[in-house]
């Protein structure tokens, strides 16, 4: 095994951290902004509102927050599948991009109960 003289460390450690801040501040100047944010609530056992309309090309970021238990928001096609906290613990937050028209189902993704496969709703790009 080899040793390490202990006065790199403290360089290393410090190299590895420049090159994470430039890495971090590089995603932050990249970052979408949305051209609309839309609040979404999720509730056993539906979402409101359940249809969201969009225009091709549109960016927004939905906001969605729970007014009960934890659900998950999935959006098959897009990739999408995160967790919403439960009541008080926050929001969870996508960035969505209508690229394409047609509908796009949401769904939620964490068993919350037994209306749970009824919790869903769609996104129309036209």
């Known amino acids: ?13 410090l190299i590895s951290l420049g090159l994470f801040a430039i890495t971090s501040s590089e995603a932050e100047s990249e970052r979408e902004q949305p051209d609309r944010v839309i609040s979404v609530v999720a509730e056993r056992f539906s979402f409101v509102p359940s249809v969201i309309r969009l225009k091709q090309g549109e960016v927004v970021e939905l906001r969605i927050r729970s007014l009960d238990t ?4 999935r959006i098959r096609e897009a990739g999408v599948n995160v967790i919403v906290p439960k009541r008080g613990r926050g929001d969870a937050r996508i960035l969505f991009r209508a690229q394409k028209k047609g509908v ?4 939620c993704s964490k068993a919350c109960g037994a209306g749970h496969t ?3 709703g769609r996104i129309v790009v036209r």
């Open 118 to 120: 009824i919790m869903r």
């Open 70 to 73: 934890n659900h998950g928001f």
């Open 1 to 13: 095994m080899r040793r390490h003289d202990p006065r790199t460390v403290p360089l290393l450690l």
């Open 104 to 107: 796009f189902p949401f769904e």
